[in-house]
């Protein structure tokens, strides 16, 4: 697959401020970060090489955003992880123009209510239960979308098997961001993890990645929430 923009993280330094940094390619612009807590390169632990991201929640609720070229239809991938299932989630947002389209979660049970350790998406209204996550495990996230149908879809394996579809918040022209956010409750320190983070103006047909099979024991359950 010829990806439209990649960011691996390893062309920064161990301590970096995500804030205003520009490696990668063919992105639309540097990161961009907002609210209280740490947004930094780490070294440690290993997701895909030596650095990646981090965003640590101490009651506060940092994000960081990077912008791409504009799609109508295609994959993002990223990895993630997180060292603690206490009450609090990491959102990763898909943005039109500032804008959120739709969800993905790592949520310890104050978004979709599963109960800690759970994977969800979401369109903005209702939630579904994607299956458990363990701290301290790498993870692997494709997200197929298409604004023909504005519906999108979740992997949490690389590709090789996928939820059901679900609705975007609201009808989108185009996709041209992800947002990084962490919901904060509590005071726990959480540390959470992205890197190698793509994206792709193709769907999931590309041979890359494996046609789509539905991921068993999913939940879904309505609810509001803001991110």
């Not at 009808?171 to 994206?199: C, L, M, P, Q, W």
Request: proline share 1%.
């Amino acid at each position: 697959m010829a990806w439209i923009a990649q960011d691996d993280g390893e062309s920064y330094a161990n301590g970096n401020s995500i804030s205003g940094l520009n490696g990668g390619s063919n992105w639309g612009g540097a990161w961009s970060v907002a609210g209280a807590g740490t947004k930094d390169i780490v070294n440690t632990p290993t997701l895909q090489g030596g650095l990646c991201f981090r965003l640590v929640k101490t009651n506060t609720e940092p994000e960081a955003l990077r912008a791409f070229t504009a799609v109508t239809s295609g994959i993002v991938s990223f990895m993630c992880r997180t060292d603690n299932n206490t009450t609090d989630a990491m959102g990763f947002g898909f943005v039109e123009t500032a804008t959120v389209r739709f969800y993905f979660f790592i949520d310890n049970n104050i978004i979709g209510t599963f109960g800690d350790s759970h994977f969800c998406m979401s369109n903005g209204a209702s939630f579904t239960d994607l299956g458990v996550f363990a701290v301290n495990t790498n993870y692997t996230i494709v997200i197929d979308f298409d604004n023909a149908t504005d519906q999108f879809r979740v992997s949490l394996n690389g590709g090789s098997s996928f939820s059901g579809y679900s609705a975007y918040v609201a009808a989108a022209t185009n996709i041209d961001s992800i947002r990084f956010r962490v919901i904060a409750e509590g005071a726990s320190t959480v540390n959470y993890y992205f890197d190698d983070i793509k994206a792709g103006a193709v769907l999931t047909t590309a041979a890359t990645v494996t046609q789509p099979q539905s991921i068993s024991g999913g939940a879904t359950i309505g609810g509001s929430m803001n991110l």
